[in-house]
């Protein structure tokens, strides 16, 4: 069974400072890796995501994955009081298809002081 | 995309009764995944509910206690059976429109006093 976990379990930064945020994962024949942002009191919702080795960046944000050491990795530069909020790492495995559901790690606690 | 709609937004109950959670998309999906939260934790996955057969249950979470049903593409109900003030967090319907990104309502948060 796959097992996902993050870290930290919580951060607080800057204003303007870059937050790096962990997830390591389990399962090798994983496909899919992403980032979701939960607000308070909100629904969470995908930030972003990656296939296959290397870096994305949008915008601000920056994912990286290496498949090998089981890693992936957010980065956000320049950071807002608006990034304040719970930030979950999922991964989906190999096989299911549309019946695979996501797994999730643990959660990283993320405040920005202005 | 897929928009989830749930209902309750929220519920406060007794020990001891049963609540029902309905979740509704606004198009035909194939699998609908129920999620449990505990104050900004991680997700839990409980069950996953495709149209017509029994729901598969995670390690944990049974069909005694968490019975789900999934009538048709775009409704499910999770009902909480024998609720316990351990029950309490929130609880998401969750599905997705590709193999890959998964969407969520906006979530029932249970009070079990």
């Known amino acids: 069974q796959q097992k996902v976990q993050q870290s930290p379990e919580s951060l607080i930064v800057p204003e303007g400072a870059m937050t790096s945020l962990n997830c390591t994962f389990s399962d090798s024949a994983s496909q899919y890796f992403a980032w979701y942002r939960q607000h308070s009191g909100k629904a969470p919702k995908a930030l972003m995501s990656?296939?296959?080795?290397g870096e994305k960046e949008e915008g601000r944000f920056t994912i990286h994955l290496n498949k090998a050491s089981l890693h992936f990795s957010l980065h956000i530069r320049d950071s807002q009081p608006s990034d304040s909020a719970l930030y979950l790492c999922a991964v989906k495995g190999g096989p299911g298809g549309f019946a695979s559901a996501l797994t999730f790690g643990s959660g990283t606690k993320v405040i920005v002081l202005p | 995309s897929v928009l989830l709609y749930q209902k309750p937004n929220r519920d406060i109950c007794q020990s001891g009764t049963s609540l029902k959670i309905q979740c509704v998309a606004d198009s035909q999906v194939v699998s609908m995944f129920w999620y449990q939260q505990f104050q900004e934790q991680s997700l839990m996955l409980m069950a996953t509910?495709?149209?017509?057969?029994?729901?598969?249950?995670e390690s944990g979470f049974t069909k005694d206690k968490f019975p789900i049903s999934r009538p048709n593409l775009t409704f499910s109900t999770l009902t909480v059976n024998n609720a316990r003030p351990g029950d309490s967090s929130i609880y998401f319907c969750?599905?997705?429109?590709?193999?890959?990104?998964?969407?969520f309502g906006p979530g029932t948060r249970l009070t079990v006093l």
């Open positions: 969750s599905s997705r429109a590709d193999k890959y990104e998964q969407y």
């Open positions: 509910a495709n149209e017509g057969s029994e729901a598969t249950y």
């Open positions: 990656i296939f296959s080795n």
